[in-house]
Nanobody, 121 residues
Framework: QVQLVESGGGLVQPGGSLRLSCAAS?????????MGWYRQAPGKQRDFVAA???????SIGGSVKGRFTISRDNANNTVYLQMNNLKPEDTAVYYC??????????????WGQGTQVTVSS
């Protein structure tokens, strides 16, 4: 059983930054299998945010492109989401997920517990 543990959420003002971390209990990244982030705002569906493979190939969702970046630490089975220039519409619960094929529209079988990100003045 793979466990994904997220950290780093919180309250931030518009224009601010946060960094989320997701640590996997075992290595699930490969050259084709990615880990990534989804988010879910109240009353809305869960949407794709970003993903990365072991080799560093990435996919970034359109609504956050240019503001969010994703990176990984293969040695520690950890994926990071750097969120800059945050907007109120980024407010959501952010979930770590994997593994899945990079570019796939379908999430993988494992989910983290979620971490709340609130962007408000």
């Amino acid at each position: 059983q793979v466990q994904l543990v997220e950290s780093g959420g919180g309250l931030v003002q518009p224009g601010g930054s946060l960094r989320l971390s997701c640590a996997a209990s075992v290595s699930i990244l490969s050259s084709t299998n990615a880990m990534g982030w989804y988010r879910q705002a109240p009353g809305k569906q869960r949407d794709f945010v970003a993903a990365i493979t072991k080799s560093g190939s990435t996919s970034i969702g359109g609504s956050v492109k240019g503001r969010f970046t994703i990176s990984r630490d293969n040695a520690n089975n950890t994926v990071y989401l750097q969120m800059n220039n945050l907007k109120p519409e980024d407010t959501a619960v952010y979930y770590c997920n994997g593994p899945f094929r990079l570019g796939s529209h379908y999430p993988g079988p494992y989910w983290g517990q979620g971490t709340q990100v609130t962007v408000s003045s």
